[in-house]
């Protein structure tokens, strides 16, 4: 019997991710001799055609997938084999915490609230100021009348993955 041409290929995954966050690493195989597909993945994932990924601390990770497809003569030469490779950056976990400043002030009265952040891929900051506040780090903000007012920004870090998106935000 003649089988198709078996082919592997990866499946679409998050390149970049967060310490702590995990993803799914998946492949697509076709052809070859049905059932005779196996699957051994350098993390001890088993023989699947899938695996976890979690990602502990920040660097650089490859996870590798050998791939195979046995007709079960006694010649081996004429199985398919093929090792995948998926490539993972990983950042470190984002921390975002406010500068200190005045909680009081009088009507007319400047202050500029800032916050400093950590982790994450650099240069991927981008910040919103409620209140017209714009895109800046910080903002002024100078009270035209008395009482209670709230400020907020959203802060977020984009790892810009096409595949899948892992944004921190707060």
Do not use: M, R
Not at 25 to 43: F, I, P, R, V
Not at 48 to 74: D, I, P, R
């Amino acid at each position: 019997y003649v089988y198709a041409t078996p082919v592997a290929s990866t499946d679409a995954y998050a390149a970049e991710l967060y310490a702590g966050d995990e993803t799914t690493l998946s492949l697509t195989s076709s052809g070859g001799k049905e059932g005779a597909w196996s699957y051994a993945w350098d993390n001890n994932s088993g023989n699947a055609a899938s695996c976890t990924f979690k990602a502990e601390k920040a660097g650089e990770y490859e996870v590798k997938v050998l791939v195979k497809n046995t007709l079960g003569n006694s010649n081996t030469s004429y199985d398919y084999s093929d090792t995948l490779v998926y490539t993972i950056k990983v950042w470190d976990e984002c921390t975002v915490s406010e500068n200190a400043y005045p909680k009081a002030l009088y009507v007319d009265d400047e202050i500029t609230l800032s916050f400093t952040h950590a982790g994450g891929k650099d240069n991927a900051w981008s910040y919103v100021w409620e209140n017209n506040g714009g895109s800046a780090t910080s903002y002024t903000f100078k009270p035209t009348a008395a009482g209670d007012y709230q400020i907020k920004v959203l802060v977020k870090n984009t790892l810009g993955n096409t595949d899948a998106s892992y944004d921190y935000s707060e």
